[in-house]
């Protein structure tokens, strides 16, 4: 089955330590991106990538890093740069300008 | 930044009536799109409208788009209790740009 795979699904960070979120699709999709999930906020971007080794900030982009050296993977790292990390993390797929594939979510809490 | 607003932020309706929920939004667009979350888990695909339509239907769904008031509406018609979600409104501005702004979306609770 083709589709998006987040991991962990539960992670749990100590102060002033670096996480790496995973993300992974076999979709053959072009562009993925990772949005943050506060209650009662909506979606916000902090990165996307739009082709391989190539992508740009969103809106929240302070504390986090990406990269994108393969085009089925798209890992998120939330650096201790980021004050309140606690939240719902989640990535995404498209095929160009199309509707988003989402994938599970990784829930991030700071311990 | 938010481009879209759902409206209203929660909804409680009976199992069999309709649930509609409303999106506005600030600037042009190309897309707008309607997503389903069950709680803690991705959003769904639901329905997508082009800026050129106005009216767009699928299953018991049906999405309108009035890009004069800037405003979008999704209609779920005879509603079932797995219909409890969040619904998220979400917007591209089309060219060479398409990442998705969503807004905050609309908490829907049907009553068995």
């Known amino acids: 089955d083709g589709g998006i795979t987040q991991s962990p699904k539960y992670l749990f960070r100590k102060e002033g330590q670096n996480v790496t979120l995973s993300c992974e699709q076999n979709?053959?999709?072009?562009?993925m991106y990772w949005y943050r999930q506060d209650p009662g906020q909506g979606l916000r971007l902090i990165y996307y990538?739009?082709?391989?080794?190539?992508?740009q900030k969103g809106d929240i982009a302070e504390g986090y890093s990406v990269s994108r050296e393969k085009k089925e993977s798209f890992p998120l790292t939330v650096t201790s740069a980021q004050k309140n990390p606690t939240a719902f993390y989640l990535c995404a797929s498209s095929a160009g300008a199309a509707t988003c594939t989402f994938g599970s979510g990784t829930r991030l809490t700071v311990v | 930044s938010q481009q879209g607003e759902e409206d209203p932020q929660a909804l409680s309706i009976q199992e069999g009536e309709n649930a509609t929920m409303n999106c506005s939004y600030k600037t042009s667009i190309n897309n707008l799109q309607w997503y389903r979350q069950n709680s803690g888990r991705g959003l769904v695909h639901l329905i997508l409208i082009r800026s050129n339509e106005r009216e767009k239907h699928s299953g018991r769904l049906r999405v309108t788009l009035d890009t004069s008031k800037k405003s979008s509406s999704l209609l779920i018609t005879a509603s079932r209790a797995a219909d409890t979600a969040s619904y998220f409104c979400a917007t591209d501005r089309g060219g060479s740009n398409y990442k998705l702004t969503f807004g905050k979306g609309t908490l829907l609770t049907v009553n068995p």
């Open positions: 979709l053959n999709h072009d562009a």
């Open positions: 990538s739009q082709i391989v080794n190539d992508f």
